[in-house]
């Protein structure tokens, strides 16, 4: 039962927490991750991979294998120090990657603690873990508050929001606080409002403070600004509504001053974050990519739609590589949004309500008007000055889905609490259900005509995967009755079905893995180690795959090699002194070298990409450079082969360089 004030009481909060934190420390305990490292083991092993537990390495999964878990070993190595010293000039590492160092920082950044005393594969676990638990707990928390007769209907949403794809296929830190914080300040805000107890709140308010601090130190703005948006129009919405205990506004506004309190002092430590490394985050702005981009306004169109409302053909977009509604599939990922469709019966009923008397639903009021905003930020052109002032502009068209996929399960769990009510006075809900149905249904087929527009065809790719064809057309039939289920007060069987087409969708995304792969276990990278220990020099890897470079930053030697998040002045002073290539190498991008003649010449084969040529004879070379790994063969006048190391199939040379002749 719930609470004299109907808050949840302390066991059907309690229990699934302590559930929850359970299997997170079973976890930490095995050291098992999702990481995706594992995709390089064929190029170091011959043997079979013993430490994939399930499911395969993702490639696309890049940001997580090549660039955070590279640094974070690279981290590990040198002893976490705030400045990482692999690039001449070194990397602020309190700022870059999400990285673990023994700055006071770390304190903000809770799933980096572990790296300070636990070991790697176990620190690994605990990075990899908690943001995606704390996701759940908050979404747990903010619907069990709601519905707090319904503690598993509200398990159930919140495991089934975490395990959506547009989570999975962007599993890092900075995609999964921002929801989680979102979630946690509409929880508190409830509590404010309706607690009679000073100690709930103000647990909660302490918790607000700590995790927005937490959220700001990721700087990802394109996913908080979407958030922020849903939690302003919940909390409006939320304390205009009149509550039982507080009648009056003005009484409500000053019950959610512990929220206020909250989000001042954690904005105030992000401040100070901020300001005790502001020529980092000024290097990172002042980029050529991707610098402050700001997006207009309405430019979105038919598949800017389609890959909106794609969420049921989800199990696709893996085998597909993300085809047809993105260039890859990370950036195809989306959500289910059942919510949105909710908001049929949600205005259905705040117009009866309205007609009999009981004043304006000013919850589904604002909610509805964040709808419209964002899709109007989409597809409605014209307002870009607007957009600006509301930083709108700061996020992009495929980011903002994160907004729409916040806003889908709130409105899911509002609608839980409206339905109910209504039903309980006799109102017949079948009519807007069936409406909300069959537009969820007229939102897939739209999603299926325009992916069938282009090149792909799904006939062709049902036949060469039927299995993955198979799953697609039930998760589809899951999603549209989902939606009916919702919006006829189902909500418990609606939430058990997105929870399965969650599972169906994402299950193979992400591996289960023992720790991670570490290259500093390769032959390769413990000839690197006493080389450079016994005479240290600055190296460069010759790259035909990722691996000399990962080799290099892993090591933690001094290399021209790696993925920077803003260029380090000393080392492109040293490779560019004129600053001729600015173009070329100010930007977010990995850093990767191929043979060449003369002095390098920076290339971007891509926005994020810099390809450089090396000449072990250039001025650059033989001042700068000492070492050079390869896997292929140098046929250059100023190396000399040192020692060569074979891993698996691959066999790499490492050469010195030497004056010109």
């Not at 090549?66 to 590492?93: C, H, K, Y």
């Not at 006799?426 to 249904?441: D, E, N, Q």
Request: glycine letters at 8%; a negative charge.
């Amino acid at each position: 039962m719930p609470r004299e004030d109907g808050l949840p009481n302390r066991r059907v909060l309690l229990a699934p927490l302590s559930l929850l934190a359970a299997v997170f420390v079973l976890l930490v305990i095995l050291g098992i991750t999702g990481s995706s490292t594992g995709v390089m083991h064929g190029l170091v092993s011959n043997d079979a991979d013993s430490d994939l537990i399930a499911g395969m390495p993702e490639p696309i999964r890049s940001d997580e294998w090549f660039v955070q878990t590279t640094w974070t070993i690279s981290q590990v190595e040198q002893g976490l120090p705030t400045r990482n010293e692999t690039f001449p000039g070194g990397m602020d590492a309190t700022v870059q990657h999400d990285l673990p160092t023994r700055d006071w920082s770390t304190a903000l950044r809770p799933h980096l603690v572990g790296f300070l005393f636990l070991p790697l594969d176990q620190a690994m676990a605990v990075k990899w873990w908690l943001p995606a638990f704390a996701l759940v707990a908050a979404a747990f928390l903010f619907a069990v508050t709601l519905l707090p007769r319904r503690p598993i209907t509200a398990l159930l949403l919140s495991c089934g929001f975490f395990l959506a794809p547009f989570f999975q296929w962007w599993f890092l830190s900075i995609t999964l606080y921002a929801p989680a914080w979102a979630l946690l300040v509409m929880a508190a805000i409830v509590w404010c409002v309706r607690s009679r107890h000073r100690t709930g709140k103000w647990v909660l308010a302490a918790l607000v403070a700590y995790l927005t601090a937490t959220m700001g130190t990721g700087i990802y703005v394109p996913f908080i600004v979407p958030v922020v948006w849903v939690v302003a129009a919940f909390g409006v919405g939320f304390v205009l509504m009149p509550s039982v205990d507080r009648p009056r506004f003005v009484d409500r506004l000053k019950a959610v001053v512990p929220v206020f309190i909250a989000g001042a002092a954690g904005v105030a430590l992000l401040c100070i974050w901020l300001v005790t490394r502001w020529d980092t985050i000024v290097g990172f702005t002042s980029t050529v990519y991707p610098g402050e981009r700001l997006q207009p306004v309405g430019g979105g169109g038919g598949y800017e739609l389609a890959a909106l409302f794609s969420g049921p053909f989800s199990p696709i977009i893996g085998p597909s590589g993300g085809v047809p509604w993105g260039m890859n599939s990370s950036e195809s990922a989306t959500f289910v949004l059942p919510g949105l469709f909710l908001l049929v019966p949600l205005i259905w009923i705040a117009l009866r309500r309205f007609r009999r008397g009981e004043g304006v639903d000013w919850l589904t009021v604002c909610l509805s008007v964040v709808a419209v905003v964002f899709l109007a930020y989409m597809f409605l052109p014209g307002w870009d000055p607007v957009s600006h002032l509301l930083l709108l502009d700061r996020t992009t068209y495929g980011r903002v889905r994160l907004g729409f996929g916040l806003l889908s399960l709130v409105l899911v769990v509002v609608a839980g609490t409206r339905l109910a009510d209504e039903r309980g006075r006799g109102g017949g809900l079948r009519l807007p259900a069936a409406v909300a149905t069959i537009l969820a249904a007229a939102s897939v087929g739209v999603a299926a005509l325009i992916g069938a527009s282009g090149d792909f065809s799904f006939r062709d790719f049902a036949a060469a995967n039927p299995l993955v064809a198979g799953a697609t057309v039930l998760c589809v039939a899951l999603f549209v009755a989902s939606v009916w289920l919702f919006a006829t007060n189902r909500i418990a069987v609606g939430a058990g079905l997105v929870l399965v087409l969650s599972l169906l969708s994402t299950a193979g995304v992400n591996p289960l893995y023992r720790g991670v792969l570490d290259l500093r276990e390769t032959h390769a990278v413990d000839a690197i180690e006493k080389i450079d220990a016994t005479e240290p020099g600055d190296w460069v890897g010759i790259a035909d795959s990722p691996l000399p470079t990962m080799m290099l930053v892993q090591a933690g030697v001094a290399s021209y090699n790696g993925f920077q998040s803003a260029p380090s002045p000393e080392m492109w002073e040293e490779i560019d002194p004129t600053n001729s290539s600015e173009k070329n190498w100010n930007r977010l991008a990995n850093v990767s070298w191929v043979v060449g003649d003369g002095d390098p010449d920076p290339r971007n084969p891509a926005p994020d990409q810099i390809q450089l040529t090396f000449d072990s004879c250039s001025a650059f070379a033989q001042a700068n450079v000492e070492y050079v790994i390869a896997e292929s063969d140098i046929s250059q006048d100023c190396v000399r082969l040192v020692t060569t190391t074979t891993d698996g199939p691959t066999k790499m040379r490492i050469y010195e360089v030497v004056p010109v002749s």
